[in-house]
């Protein structure tokens, strides 16, 4: 007799009955119902009602469900095919199935009680828990065998025992009792081995958690060492450089006091030589401007010399070709006379024709090539009115302005004090449709390059600033300037842009401007020549002479009367020459016209000049009044006075209430009180040198002078101010500081008053 041999994991899962005695018996209940997996079926999820699934979690899924379903419905096709066994033959196969059985949880069982052992060898009794585990190794295998003989007998007996065939199935259903009895303790010690594992995995854990918590530490304690040794051998060598550097404190303490006798002698010798170095820097400072104004000449003669030089070679060229041009005219010229003579003897020698056939009575020559010649040249010679004038302001102490004709199209040129510079043009793409830059050349026709990486200059103002910065680089052609009225030179640069301003577009008039258009010519070159910034005095004389009914109602012409008011002369004082005031408070007085001013006078005291009298008239119908001022310091608001002996009068006062200040080179500028000079630090930074009065007042040395003593106030409050920028501070006036409502302004001015009443105070109590 053949035993059939199930696969495993088909035990549980093709027979139901002993799939339900392990479910019974708690043993984990069957196998999942996929072919060949023993793993035990997944459980019911939570919260769900229902027959649980017969598959695990691995094949609980549509497609493994379908390929059990098929393999179950294989099955039983292949037993409904199979024959009815006989009861002995389905004892034999029973007995079968329950050794297939048997043999399959024997490997797990045996699997489980070596990894129960060894987690109880881990604890605290693994004596105990091996011997159980023997005791129960030793049963299960006993009943084993036991069943396995009596599977055997009842194999043996098969064949006579037919006749009692209800005595065997007794037999094997005892034996299968005892079979289950045995698999439920085996899964007994099933659990007892995993709970067992579970505290000795959980136990390795806490094992190697200590065992990397005690290396972590030991090396801890390794660097700790380490770094102690490290520290203990740094604060040794410490230790002897505080050592040596105690000893060299010593040393040193001995040498300063040595040092600080020799220091005290040093000073009264370094406070004598402090003096004789400002006097050395004053020296060395007006040898340095003297240096550099003769650098700056001998630059510009040297540029001007090359371009005499340019120009002579220039000239030499243009003779040659002239000369040759002109042989070559004589040559034709003795040709044509030649023609000319031979054609006069020939008509000599034929009839003389009847000069009245074929002509009119009233016939006359047409006009002499010659003279229509002379009368173009002489149209040209006329001069011409520019179509357009832009102010480029001053620089270098020259007027430079853009001027552009009619003939001129696009191209502009760049005068300078009215003499040519250069000019600048734009340039356009190829086809002219759009604008690539402005291009900038120099009075001798050379090109000035752009900024690096460019090709063109940006704009208009760019290549005019080019050839304003070559202008300056070149000395001015000697006699080529222009004299200019001392009216105009005189006036602030404010009011000569103003002025320049508002005089162009009547230089510009065109037919369309009405009266300014119909002005005299003579009147419209001075306004021309003003608007060059070159006017003479004839000029000005025209220009102030206009009226409102002259000039017409319109803006141009308001703004160009307003402009005029300040150049007016003052017609009301008959005295023109030097005026002798006499004798007053111990010194001689003079009155003596200024020529930087028209009309105004220097006020002079022993023959030194303290101040300055002028006369302003708004209006050409106001009365004229008089402006005083006494040392850079205005006296009053405006022209505050009636009559030039008012204001003469008002500057003798202001010289007899003033105190002179020390000189430049006085060491009592450097002994400020340091409050004083603190006040001075807090008010000079307080103030805005680039707004306001500040940033405007005139004349522009003056300005530079006053920013650059509070900017040498403004640096420390502990630090000393050299005498040359404080005299300029004590000399200011308050209107030079600010606004009259500033309180920025009328605190500085009142540190300045402290300081100089300190001076003067020093000053009148000298011998």
């Known amino acids: 007799m053949t035993t059939k041999t199930i696969r495993r994991g088909k035990a549980a899962a093709t027979d139901e009955w002993l799939a339900r005695k392990l479910i019974e018996a708690g043993f984990g209940g069957a196998d999942c119902d996929f072919p060949d997996c023993t793993n035990a079926r997944a459980p019911r999820p939570p919260g769900k009602s229902g027959s649980p699934t017969k598959f695990c979690v691995q094949h609980n899924n549509r497609r493994d469900r379908q390929k059990a379903y098929r393999a179950r419905k294989d099955l039983e096709k292949e037993r409904a095919a199979a024959p009815e066994p006989v009861p002995v033959q389905q004892a034999v196969a029973r007995g079968a199935r329950e050794e297939q059985v048997l043999a399959s949880l024997l490997p797990r069982v045996l699997t489980a009680l070596e990894a129960v052992h060894q987690g109880q060898q881990a604890g605290a009794d693994t004596a105990a828990v091996a ?74 854990a806490a094992l190697d958690k200590l065992s990397e918590a005690h290396r972590e530490l030991r090396d801890t304690h390794q660097q700790l060492s380490g770094a102690h040794n490290l520290l203990k051998t740094q604060h040794e060598e410490l230790e002897q450089v505080h050592t040596a550097l105690t000893g060299e404190h010593r040393q040193l303490l001995a040498a300063h006091g040595r040092l600080q006798g020799e220091a005290e002698t040093q000073r009264h010798r370094l406070e004598e030589l402090s003096g004789q170095h400002t006097r050395l820097e004053e020296t060395h400072r007006r040898t340095a401007a003297d240096l550099a104004a003769a650098q700056s000449e001998k630059t510009g003669l040297a540029a001007r010399l090359d371009e005499l030089q340019t120009h002579r070679e220039e000239l030499k060229t243009e003779n040659g070709r002239l000369n040759s041009l002109l042989e070559e005219e004589r040559e034709r010229h003795r040709r044509e006379l030649a023609a000319l003579q031979a054609e006069l003897n020939t008509a000599r020698k034929a009839p003389v024709p009847d000069t009245t056939a ?4 009233n016939h006359t020559p047409g006009p002499d090539p010659a003279d229509s010649d002379g009368d173009a040249d002489a149209a040209q010679d006329e001069p011409r009115a520019p179509v357009a004038i832009e102010d480029l302001g001053v620089h270098g102490g020259a007027g430079w302005t853009l001027v552009r004709y009619e003939d001129d199209h696009s191209r502009w040129r760049v005068l300078r004090d009215g003499e040519i510079a250069g000019s600048i043009q734009p340039e356009h793409s190829l086809h002219g449709t759009s604008l690539l830059g402005w291009s900038a050349r120099t009075s001798h026709a050379m090109p000035l390059q752009p900024p690096h990486g460019q090709k063109h200059f940006a704009n208009r103002e760019q290549a005019a600033g080019a050839v304003v910065r070559d202008g300056l680089r070149r000395a001015p052609a000697s006699g080529s300037a222009a004299a200019v009225a001392a009216a105009f030179a005189a006036l602030t640069e404010p009011d000569q842009n103003a002025l320049v301003a508002a005089v162009i577009p009547l230089a510009i008039a065109s037919e369309r401007a009405g009266k300014l258009a119909r002005l005299p010519q ?75 001013y028209l009309g105004g006078y220097r006020v002079l005291a022993d023959g030194t000049e303290v101040g300055a009298v002028a006369p ?54 450097l002994r400020i009180p340091a409050g004083l000079r603190s006040d001075l630090y807090g008010a000079a930074g307080r103030v805005d040198l680039r707004r306001g009065r500040l940033a405007q007042i005139q004349p522009g040395a003056y300005r530079q002078q006053l920013h650059a003593a509070l900017g040498q106030a403004r640096r420390s409050a502990s630090g000393r101010i ?18 009259p409502g500033s309180a920025a302004a009328d605190r500085l001015y009142e540190a300045i008053e402290g300081i100089r009443s300190v001076f003067v105070t020093s000053t009148s109590s000298r011998p």
Not at 722 to 739: I, K, Q, S, T, W
Request: glycine share 6%; net charge negative; proline share 4%.
């Open 722 to 739: 050299r005498g040359h920028h404080l005299a300029v501070l004590l000399d200011a006036a308050r209107e030079d500081l600010g606004a």
């Open 522 to 596: 003579a009147v419209r070159e001075a306004a021309l020549r003003t608007a060059l910034r070159v006017p003479g005095e004839d000029d000005l004389r025209q220009l102030t002479a206009l009226d409102a009914s002259e000039l017409g109602r319109s803006k141009e012409a308001r703004q160009l009367l307003r402009a005029l008011q300040d150049l007016a002369p003052a017609t009301a004082q008959q005295e023109t020459g030097p005026v002798d005031l006499g004798t007053i408070g111990g010194r001689a007085w003079r009155l003596e016209p200024d020529p930087a």
């Open 131 to 204: 011997a159980h585990i023997e005791q129960v190794t030793s049963d299960a295998t006993e009943k084993v065998r036991q069943a396995e003989q009596r599977r055997e007998e009842a194999v043996g007996d098969a064949e006579a025992a037919r006749a009692e065939a209800s005595r065997s199935e007794q037999a094997a259903e005892h034996a299968r009792t005892e079979r289950q009895a045995a698999l439920l303790e085996a899964a007994c010690a099933l659990g007892e081995a995993a709970d067992a594992d579970r505290r000795a995995t959980a136990d390795r």
């Open 616 to 669: 302003v008239r708004r209006r050409k119908n106001d009365t004229v009044r008089w402006t005083a001022e006494h040392r850079r310091r205005a006296l009053g608001r405006g022209p505050a006075h009636a009559s030039r002996d008012a204001a003469a009068r008002a500057v003798i006062a202001a010289e007899d209430a003033w105190v002179p200040l020390p000189e430049l080179d006085d060491e009592a500028y």
């Open 358 to 361: 074929g002509h009119d009575d």
